[in-house]
């Protein structure tokens, strides 16, 4: 059911045979075009100078995607991607060198020589690790234990990394195959209770401390967006919170994720053409595990107290199911009529931001979801929309996307015009729009932000529905972000 091919990040490169395992070159034209013979050579000695130039020369880029050419009998191939990119994409060029890897890189051991500037090792090794999935449940699979091994030079070939800042990118490469592993296991493998047990492993790997709130406490405690959403599921709802305090008295960094691990819509059921693909509605929580797991394991600046909050809630169909016209009593205090059971996920992150306002002393509170359809067509499939009342969180977070590769895209930050679209006769608000055309993806992290309480400090919001997935598989979104952003920024 998973493969267990190893990714390792290491600063030189062996010299083997081509036939026992693979080499494939990849970076920007340029780049590519400039690299001296002998550092292949030196890799490969199968390789001669004629095969290499004449590869070289044939490669063939475009500005909407890269290309690869055979070198030695297809156990040694060598791609190049654009050198030109615009203003709202990644320098790294990760999404195209994922795709040239995905279709290109030997089969079996292989190790990957990229050559690129030092800013783009992460987003170049997430993009290289998540081309072995982790997760599969064919009948045919034959086990693969291979080994791919991925290192950094220069347009001269000379080495860009030292061992130890190898160790902190292999380990943000590992958790982003794992959270894709997460959002691609179906849900009678992945469920509240086994998003649980994968909390409880990430909790136990790192030395976090781990709360778990659950099912009827959930409601004793007043939970009632989280309850509310998965009561009627057989897998009780959960919130399920991992600490890591090295920060001493020092206010905290709060991550909550969206966690629902099957979103049927409820009884405003979302029908056969909808459905299909819902396991991945806890995308969110999955970003934010294994984000908090490459933080601690990575050590890339982490010395404060860090809290990642997962949501998790099943939103299934049974006689206890919440109705359209029920009213929910909310964390926050607040109580919120419900006109549409299919818009769950605000619910379950209203009661988590909320928590975290009160009890875990935060100076930036971060949410992240795959929330809503309307993400796509606000911001695309490759870029989350993000939504901050803060211009420099809202700057941090277009600049960490670019560097890590997971590309953000600031949106609409108007609750005044836009809360209005959640008035309710009979309750403080609705959970739903009024009018779906009048900025639904601003207004879904607006009815969010509605929960923080008396908390003032920093929050953002990141709806990623569309680049947690490409076609249908998970791309572990989220990791790289959140690692990028809270290491490079003092808060």
Not at 18 to 40: D, E, I, K, N, Y
Not at 236 to 251: N, Y
Not at 330 to 342: A, F, P, Q, R, Y
């Amino acid at each position: 059911e998973t493969m267990s091919v190893t990714i390792l990040v290491r600063p030189l490169l062996a010299k083997q045979a081509a036939a026992s395992t693979g080499l494939f070159v990849v970076g920007r034209q340029a780049a590519v075009q400039s690299l001296p013979f002998s550092a292949v050579n030196s890799l490969r000695e199968e390789v001669s100078q004629e095969n290499w130039d004449a590869a070289v020369k044939d490669i063939k880029t475009s500005r909407f995607g890269g290309d690869a050419v055979p070198v030695h009998l297809r156990r040694v191939v060598v791609g190049a991607v654009p050198d030109e990119f615009s203003r709202h994409n990644s320098p790294s060029q990760n999404h195209f060198i994922n795709e040239l890897a995905e279709s290109n890189m030997p089969k079996g051991n292989c190790d990957v020589l990229v050559v690129c500037e030092r800013d783009h090792a992460v987003a170049i090794a997430c993009a290289i690790a998540k081309t072995k999935k982790i997760c599969s449940y064919k009948s045919s699979q034959k086990a693969d234990d291979s080994t791919v091994t991925i290192s950094f030079v220069d347009a001269n070939g000379n080495g860009l990394l030292s061992g130890d800042e190898c160790a902190p990118i292999q380990h943000i490469a590992e958790s982003v195959r794992r959270c894709a592993y997460l959002v691609d296991a179906p849900t009678n493998k992945m469920n509240v209770s086994h998003m649980i047990d994968e909390a409880q492993s990430v909790a136990k790997e790192t030395g976090a401390e781990i709360t778990i709130i659950r099912g009827q406490d959930l409601e004793a405690q007043g939970f009632g967006g989280i309850y509310g959403v998965g009561k009627a599921s057989e897998d009780p709802p959960a919130l399920v919170i991992l600490s890591s305090r090295k920060g001493g008295d020092s206010p905290s960094i709060c991550w909550v994720g969206k966690g629902i691990t099957y979103d049927t819509g409820g009884l405003s059921i979302k029908g056969k053409d909808f459905m299909p693909g819902m396991k991945r509605d806890m995308g969110g929580s999955a970003g934010i595990l294994m984000a908090f797991r490459a933080a601690i394991l990575s050590g890339k600046g982490f010395d404060c107290n860090l809290h990642a909050v997962l949501c998790l809630a099943e939103n299934s169909v049974a006689a206890n199911a919440t109705r359209p016209d029920d009213v929910h009593h909310m964390l926050s205090g607040k109580t919120v009529e419900i006109n549409n059971t299919d818009a769950e996920g605000r619910l379950v992150l209203a009661d988590g931001v909320n928590y975290c306002g009160k009890n875990l002393n935060p100076k930036v509170i971060l949410d992240m979801a795959t929330l809503t359809g309307a993400q796509g067509v606000t911001s695309g499939m490759r870029h989350a929309s993000v939504l901050t009342g803060s211009d420099e969180m809202e700057d941090l977070f277009v600049k960490a996307g670019k560097r890590s590769g997971d590309l953000t895209q600031p949106i609409l930050y108007c609750p005044e015009f836009l809360l209005p679209e959640f008035d309710s006769a009979v309750a403080d608000m609705k959970n739903s729009v009024k009018c779906r055309t009048n900025a639904q993806c601003s207004c879904a992290g607006h009815f969010i932000e509605a929960h923080l309480g008396e908390y003032k400090g920093d929050w953002v919001h990141v709806d990623m529905a569309y680049p947690s997935h490409k076609k249908e598989r998970g791309t572990g979104y989220g990791v790289a972000l959140l690692i990028e952003a809270f290491s490079t920024h003092k808060f």
